[in-house]
């Protein structure tokens, strides 16, 4: 963003890197119901530590560009083979009526390493340079893959066909029945979730950088370092929600998830009528990292009710898969939303406000339209 100024190829690029994770969240999922899922959290780490070994030698004998890209690719597809894993874990360690605390305590953990990471991973940066991040890196994975391996999950061995791709065609059409015929209802919530994700979050994610580093009037070393106060900001208020879904586990009925998707939407439009009435660019910063806030708070509350709820609802046979093909269709939307707001974004140059008011009218009325879908769970 800082070197081409342009959103349309940073919404591109962002677009790109959901790539990996998109096309291996479904392997993940199937493999997360035939195998111990432990076994795949230990060997998914061992294999990361490999990878940033590899990355660590490789310096200075590769073009450094091509290298980091495609260390990047590995580690996105990486990440989503390993989600289904983690998700389907949890309703085996857990009973229903504490899954959604356990979410919770999952998501504030891994809200926090989202705002302590790239802090200290700068701070360690600056002061002794990327080689030194890379063996901490390295470290870090591979103690975590040694203290995965004396986790005790449950899991029951599922017979597996003579034909590996035959079983995973089975696998994959058994969860897509389940959620089209034996649980319609979770199919409904995903194309919610799937339609904010195209409208909402793919404009906060290419919306953010771009309106306080191209829109706003602040030097490059301010923006740049008001750009990362905003996204501690969102990564406090994924910490502040999951806090707060963790304390009013039993008192968020899931019939009325549908509100809070509303105030989602209702947070979005401060940021567009400050933009548009306001000439102070401090003051449309504060409205801008406020309303990230509010909207990243609420919204993970959101996310913990609603993957609770299918962690209740879905066999523990094919929980793995089921959670895979949702992760994987909530995230085939963002990348398309994300491209589709950084050419809006260029069009609509000087009219960013318009854009951003254009994403909370839509999402009011997903918000809206879509609240019997909450009241049937």
């Known amino acids: 963003m800082n070197q ?43 294999l990361t530590s490999a990878l940033i070994l590899i990355f660590f030698l490789s310096m200075g004998r590769a073009n450094i560009i091509l290298l980091i890209g495609g260390m990047l690719m590995l580690l996105y597809g990486i990440a989503g083979f390993y989600q289904p894993s983690v998700q389907a874990s949890v309703p085996a360690l857990v009973g229903k009526d504490k899954l959604m605390t356990a979410n919770s305590i999952i998501n504030s953990i891994s809200s926090l390493s989202s705002l302590l990471g790239p802090v200290l991973g700068g701070i360690l940066y600056s002061i002794y340079g990327l080689k030194t991040v890379l063996i901490l890196c390295f470290a870090c994975f591979l103690l975590a893959a040694v203290m995965e391996i004396f986790i005790v999950i449950p899991f029951e061995k599922r017979e597996r066909g003579e034909n590996i791709w035959e079983t995973a065609r089975c696998d994959f059409t058994e969860s897509l029945i389940f959620i089209r015929k034996e649980k319609p209802i979770i199919g409904r919530v995903l194309l919610v979730v799937c339609a904010i994700n195209l409208f909402m979050s793919a404009m906060i994610i290419v919306g953010l950088p771009y309106l ?55 947070c979005v439009f401060p940021i567009g ?74 069009s609509w140059k000087g009219f960013e406000h318009a854009v951003v008011l254009l994403a909370g009218t839509i999402s009011l009325g997903i918000a809206i339209g879509t609240k019997k879908i909450f009241k049937n769970l």
């Open 273 to 346: 009528i400050s933009l548009a009435t306001s000439s102070s660019d401090i003051v449309n910063y504060i409205v801008i990292s406020t309303c990230c806030f509010i909207l990243m708070a609420i919204s993970t509350m959101f996310t913990v009710q609603m993957l609770s709820f299918v962690q209740a609802e879905t066999p523990p046979g094919i929980v793995g898969k089921v959670i895979a093909l949702i992760l994987t269709a909530s995230m085939c939307a963002q990348p398309i939303g994300s491209a589709f707001y950084g050419i809006l974004f260029e």
């Open 212 to 266: 306080i580093t191209e829109v706003l009037s602040f030097s490059p070393e301010q923006a740049n370092r008001l750009y990362g106060f905003a996204e501690g900001a969102l990564a406090a208020g994924g910490i502040a929600g999951g806090i707060l879904t963790g304390i009013f586990a039993k008192r968020l009925a899931v019939k009325k998830a549908g509100h809070l998707l509303l105030a989602c939407a209702v």
């Open 4 to 46: 081409t100024g342009s959103s349309a190829l940073y919404g591109t690029v962002t677009a790109c890197a959901f790539i990996p994770a998109i096309l291996l969240s479904p392997a993940g999922g199937i493999i997360a119901d035939r195998v111990n899922k432990r076994n795949i959290m230990v060997i998914l780490d061992f």
